[in-house]
């Protein structure tokens, strides 16, 4: 069984920075691509950010040059550093990660719970 747990949400002024991270626990051989996406009220969920395991990202345009997503693969981690947040960064954080258990297995993708995340005007 593999769980992702996500952390580090909460309520932030406008310009101010939060970082969640998001641990990726159980029987895993390999993770891949680790990724957030956000989902506000009344929204469909977007992709925010993605980092390959070989350290490649890519960022939805609303957010490049104020988050950075990083992982430390020792620990299964993806962090998302975000920085002069805005109110319209307002939502749920969700980390995904593409992880397979076995050497022969096949790669799945999994999802945190969410956390939330309020940025107030």
């Known amino acids: 069984q593999v769980q992702l747990v996500e952390s580090g949400g909460g309520l932030v002024q406008a310009g101010g920075s939060l970082r969640p991270s998001c641990a990726a626990s159980g029987s895993i051989f390999r993770i891949d691509v680790m990724a957030w996406s956000r989902q506000a009220p009344g929204k469909q969920r977007e992709l925010v950010a993605l980092i390959t395991s070989g350290g490649s990202t890519n960022y939805r345009s609303a957010v490049k040059g104020r988050f950075t997503i990083s992982r430390d693969n020792a620990k299964n981690t993806v962090y998302l550093q975000m920085n002069s947040l805005k109110p319209e960064d307002t939502a749920v954080y969700s980390c995904?990660?593409?992880?397979?258990?076995?050497?022969?297995?096949?790669?799945?993708?999994?999802w945190g719970q969410g956390t939330q995340v309020t940025v107030s005007s």
């Open positions: 995904a990660a593409d992880i397979r258990q076995s050497i022969a297995g096949v790669t799945t993708t999994y």
